[in-house]
């Protein structure tokens, strides 16, 4: 087994010991990590709330709602979460519900709407070190005029990115184009520049966050020969990158060399191969799973799951999604999935 992260510990020896269960004499297996190896550095776990799933937390009462925040992004307890990505709200229905917009109106500008805000500083409070992610679902009707690939998106996601910071002080790392959507790849050279024409070129775009299997990678292949376009694009996410359990990242995209991020994820789907989600319960052991395969078999260096709590409502599309269940308030009660 090549290194796991460059930070591994070379030379580092994990016995694995098969029992010696009904008198069966146990065998010893070596694996030696070695942390000067060739590999791709281990980027980290995230979780995506998007699409209204974090929706009711909010609205629990105290203690439960700090226990469950602490479940989610305090280090070394639960989930830990090293990466949070939230939905650039566009006040349209982008799963489970609408999240609200910080611009209704062209001269609209309002940085408190929705719980997003909330949810991004409640996760720094615990992990001042967690990185923070973002995506555009949808967008308001005047944008562009009706055409959401326009230098209004643009100004657009660079108004959430600048509020985020002038009136929460948070740094985002990380934004997309759209979700799940056909990529723009000429826009995406208009978001970078308008990105660095603001002062924000820390900021680095991630593409194309498509579901379709035969169109995820694709945008790897305008690379070689758009060079504006493939310094623009830091890191190519895909959406649930597995085909029949096994992740399947084609050899190009491999040997390009490129960051690879399965960018929203989740345990695989309903037994009948549905989209449905309902037989769903992402606890801990097919979570290992699909972490593992996504950077062994993938070579997708980091994973964010859809989503990182069940706040909304069973009869919603795509229930039990998350790494926990909150969606009654009212009650306090909350679950944490199996491990």
């Not at 939230?86 to 006040?91: A, K, L, P, R, S």
């Not at 489970?96 to 720094?124: C, I």
């Not at 694709?218 to 992740?247: C, N, W």
Request: hydrophobic share 35%; net charge positive; with cysteine.
């Amino acid at each position: 087994m090549k290194n796991l992260t460059r930070r591994g510990i070379a030379g580092t020896a994990i016995l694995l010991l098969c029992g010696a269960l009904g008198g069966f004499q146990a065998n010893e297996t070596v694996v030696r990590i070695d942390g000067k190896g060739a590999g791709r550095t281990f980027e980290g776990l995230g979780a995506l709330s998007a699409g209204a799933s974090s929706r009711l937390l909010i609205d629990y009462p105290e203690p439960y709602r700090s226990q469950i925040l602490d479940y989610l992004f305090k280090p070394d307890y639960g989930a830990a979460l090293q990466h949070l990505k939230v939905e650039i709200g566009g006040d349209a229905n982008s799963t489970d519900g609408s999240e609200p917009s910080h611009m209704h109106t062209m001269v609209d500008l309002n940085f408190q709407r929705g719980y997003e805000w909330w949810l991004m500083k409640e996760a720094r409070k615990r992990n001042p070190a967690i990185i923070l992610d973002s995506l555009a679902w949808g967008a308001p009707g005047w944008i562009g005029g009706g055409k959401y690939y326009s230098q209004d998106m643009a100004d657009y996601v660079v108004k959430f990115l600048q509020g985020a910071k002038k009136v929460h002080g948070l740094d985002i790392a990380y934004t997309g184009i759209w979700n799940e959507k056909s990529y723009d790849g000429e826009w995406i050279k208009v978001l970078r520049r308008t990105l660095d024409a603001n002062g924000l070129g820390a900021t680095r775009i991630v593409a194309a966050d498509l579901y379709q299997p035969k169109e995820q990678w694709e945008i790897i292949k305008q690379f070689p020969g758009d060079p504006e376009l493939s310094r623009a694009v830091y890191a190519v996410g895909v959406h649930y990158p597995r085909q029949k359990g096994k992740t399947n990242t084609p050899r190009f995209a491999i040997e390009s060399g490129r960051r690879l991020w399965a960018s929203e994820d989740q345990p695989d789907f309903g037994a009948n191969g549905s989209i449905s989600r309902r037989e769903w319960a992402p606890g801990g052991k097919s979570l290992a799973q699909i972490y593992n395969r996504n950077y062994i078999e993938g070579r997708m260096t980091k994973t964010e799951i859809w989503s990182p709590i069940t706040s909304y409502y069973d009869n919603l599309p795509a229930p039990n999604s998350g790494l926990m269940y909150a969606n009654t308030p009212w009650s306090g009660n909350y679950n944490v999935q199996s491990t």
